[in-house]
Nanobody
Framework: QVHLVESGGQLVQDGGSLRLSCAASGREIGDYAAGWFRQAPGKEREFVAS????????RYADSVRGRFTIARNNAKNMVYLQMNNLEPEDTAVYYC????????????????????WGQGTQVTVSA
């Protein structure tokens, strides 16, 4: 079992920055891809970013590319999401997820590909 806990979400002004953290416990996640998703009120949970097991490859949704950066520290069993130039449209609950295919070459963007999820952290961007 992998237990994921997100942190770092808060209220921020339009154009501001935040760094989300995801702490994993119960199992080392260094051999598995990880991702961030978000869910705004009344909307489906959507893909934001994913990162390969070794951190060498990343993938982003079009809506955040160039503004968000996903990273990981396998020694600390952590995944991060640096969010810059935030917009009100980025307001959502942000979820960390880990998939469990050993050193998977792909970077999944679908919810079904991920085995473990955190409880989420709220990000609110005011206009």
């Amino acid at each position: 079992q992998v237990h994921l806990v997100e942190s770092g979400g808060q209220l921020v002004q339009d154009g501001g920055s935040l760094r989300l953290s995801c702490a994993a416990s119960g199992r080392e996640i260094g051999d598995y891809a990880a991702g961030w998703f978000r869910q705004a009120p009344g909307k489906e949970r959507e893909f934001v970013a994913s990162i390969s097991w070794n951190g060498e490859r990343t993938r982003y949704a079009d809506s955040v590319r160039g503004r968000f950066t996903i990273a990981r520290n396998n020694a600390k069993n952590m995944v991060y999401l640096q969010m810059n130039n935030l917009e009100p449209e980025d307001t959502a609950v942000y979820y960390c997820a880990v998939e469990l295919t050993f050193r998977y070459s792909a970077l999944p963007t679908t919810r079904s590909a991920y085995a473990y999820w955190g409880q989420g952290t709220q990000v609110t961007v005011s206009a």
